[in-house]
Structures are given as structure tokens and as C-alpha cells.
């Protein structure tokens, strides 16, 4: 998995009666591989324990504020300020009980419980900074396709709904100001794993709506599976 951010916050310093904003941008990238083995407990059921491994960079635009930042708020190492950014890797595993079935109708339910640990601490020339952050959570996940009897470039579109429910119990509760997060969504699926079109299997529309204790939006998304 391959992730990338771009954040734009505004941070409010106080302290002398006032208060005053002050930009402070940042962008992440990362990436995340894991190994493990997936045991067949059933036809349908499936337990996958598996190693995670992640590498990633958060680079800040907040070099000219950094003294700013210091000595309004204490701090007394600003090296990620200063330096424009942070190397961090991150080491965890994660289990999940995974359902997975077909039917003739074309009908195919899917179904996961997965719980996710991982811990992350700087690495390379940012080794020394005394931080860490750990991203774990809980999650329910369901997707159903369904035949639609339409077709798209000659090819059946399937429908698609997916239901997913987390436990936030790592640090990104702090970010998201909440502890748990749902989701919900609809869309349509291509297979175009007979067509001419090279390496990508499907495409998947989807439109979502979020939501959790303080925190609610929409998406829309693309999908391709290879």
C-alpha cells in the first residue's frame, strides 16, 4: 500500500491574552508491505495472520516559523521544524478472519474482522527525537455485488455496496477527535479481466458517507484491481 497526504492546518498560539494564527502545512508519504500466511479454516473462511512493515517521510513547510513554534510553545528540539521534515518507519502485524463467497447468480458477499497494530518511531538522521505514534484499530468489513443487468463497454456492471466499522485505538483517535469511525457506500463494478484492456481486472466506482463522534463527509472514489 502506498499513501499520500497533504495537510493544511492552522495552529493558534495564546498565551498573553491573544491569540494569532499560524499556518503550518505538511505532506506525508508512505508505504506499508506486509508478509504473513493465509490458513483455509473452511471452503468460505479464511484466518490470515500477517507482518507489517511501513517507511515514511513527513515533510514540513514550517522551516521559518520553527523558533516561532519554540518559544511559544516550549519546545526545545524543533529538528522536524527545522530540517523541513521526518524519516519514521514502523513495525506491527495485524490478524483477520476473512469470508469470502460466489454464487452462481453472480451474487458474492465478502466479509473481514481485522484488528491492526503498528508502531512508529523515527529512523535515519531523526533517530534521537524522543516521539512515537501507534496506529491500531479494530474494523468490521463487508462488501456485496450484485448483478445489475446493465453493461458498460459490453461488459455486465455489477453493483456494490460496503459497510465498514472502526475502532480507533491507537493515536489517530487524538487526530480524528474520535474513537470510532463507520462508513457506508454504493457504487458499480466493471470486470474487464476478458477485454482488451491490459493488466487491470476491474474498475470500481464508489460514492461513501462517513461518519463518527465528531466527525461526519462524503467521498467518491475510483478503484482498479490488477
Same mark, same amino acid.
Request: aromatic content about 14%; hydrophobic content about 40%.
Given at each position: 500500500?502506498?499513501?499520500?497526504? *497533504?495537510?493544511?492546518?492552522?495552529?493558534?498560539?495564546?498565551?498573553?491574552? !491573544?491569540?494569532?494564527?499560524?499556518?503550518?502545512?505538511?505532506?506525508?508519504?508512505?508505504? #506499508?508491505?506486509?508478509?504473513?500466511?493465509?490458513?483455509?479454516?473452511?471452503?468460505?473462511?479464511?484466518?490470515?495472520?500477517?507482518?507489517?512493515?511501513? !517507511?515514511?517521510?513527513?515533510?514540513?513547510?514550517?522551516?521559518v516559523a520553527a523558533q516561532i513554534i &519554540?518559544?511559544? %510553545?516550549?519546545? +526545545?528540539?524543533?529538528?522536524? /521544524?527545522?530540517?523541513?521534515?521526518?524519516? /519514521?518507519?514502523? %513495525?506491527? &502485524?495485524?490478524? &483477520?478472519?476473512?469470508?469470502?463467497?460466489?454464487?452462481?447468480?453472480?451474487?458474492? %458477499?465478502?466479509?473481514?474482522?481485522?484488528?491492526?497494530?503498528?508502531?512508529? *518511531?523515527?529512523?535515519?538522521?531523526?533517530?534521537?527525537? !524522543?516521539?512515537?505514534? *501507534?496506529? &491500531?484499530?479494530?474494523?468490521?468489513?463487508?462488501?456485496?455485488?450484485?448483478?445489475?443487468?446493465?453493461?458498460?463497454?459490453?461488459?455486465?456492471?455489477?453493483?456494490?455496496?460496503?459497510?465498514?466499522?472502526?475502532?480507533?485505538?491507537?493515536?489517530?483517535?487524538?487526530? %480524528?477527535?474520535?474513537?470510532?469511525?463507520?462508513?457506508?457506500?454504493?457504487?458499480?463494478?466493471?470486470?474487464f479481466s476478458e477485454t482488451w484492456v491490459?493488466?487491470?481486472? #476491474? #474498475?470500481?466506482?464508489?460514492?461513501?458517507?462517513? +461518519?463518527? +463522534?465528531?466527525?461526519?463527509?462524503?467521498?467518491?472514489? !475510483?478503484?482498479?484491481?490488477?
Amino acid at each position: 500500500f502506498i499513501g499520500y497526504n *497533504r495537510y493544511d492546518p492552522v495552529l493558534f498560539l495564546s498565551g498573553t491574552g !491573544l491569540t494569532s494564527p499560524l499556518p503550518l502545512k505538511w505532506t506525508s508519504v508512505a508505504a #506499508t508491505g506486509g508478509i504473513g500466511w493465509e490458513f483455509d479454516l473452511t471452503e468460505y473462511w479464511k484466518f490470515r495472520p500477517m507482518l507489517h512493515l511501513s !517507511l515514511g517521510r513527513v515533510q514540513s513547510d514550517a522551516s521559518v516559523a520553527a523558533q516561532i513554534i &519554540a518559544d511559544e %510553545l516550549g519546545f +526545545e528540539d524543533v529538528t522536524f /521544524a527545522k530540517s523541513g521534515g521526518i524519516w /519514521a518507519g514502523g %513495525l506491527g &502485524a495485524s490478524v &483477520a478472519l476473512a469470508y469470502k463467497r460466489r454464487w452462481e447468480s453472480d451474487h458474492e %458477499l465478502e466479509f473481514t474482522l481485522r484488528h491492526t497494530d503498528i508502531e512508529y *518511531r523515527p529512523i535515519g538522521d531523526n533517530k534521537d527525537l !524522543l516521539v512515537s505514534s *501507534r496506529a &491500531a484499530n479494530g474494523t468490521l468489513w463487508t462488501r456485496y455485488r450484485f448483478p445489475t443487468g446493465w453493461r458498460l463497454w459490453g461488459r455486465p456492471v455489477r453493483g456494490v455496496t460496503d459497510f465498514s466499522a472502526s475502532y480507533l485505538a491507537g493515536d489517530q483517535r487524538f487526530i %480524528l477527535n474520535t474513537d470510532w469511525l463507520a462508513r457506508v457506500g454504493i457504487g458499480g463494478e466493471v470486470d474487464f479481466s476478458e477485454t482488451w484492456v491490459p493488466i487491470i481486472s #476491474t #474498475t470500481r466506482f464508489m460514492v461513501r458517507y462517513y +461518519e463518527g +463522534e465528531n466527525v461526519r463527509g462524503f467521498s467518491a472514489g !475510483l478503484g482498479v484491481s490488477f
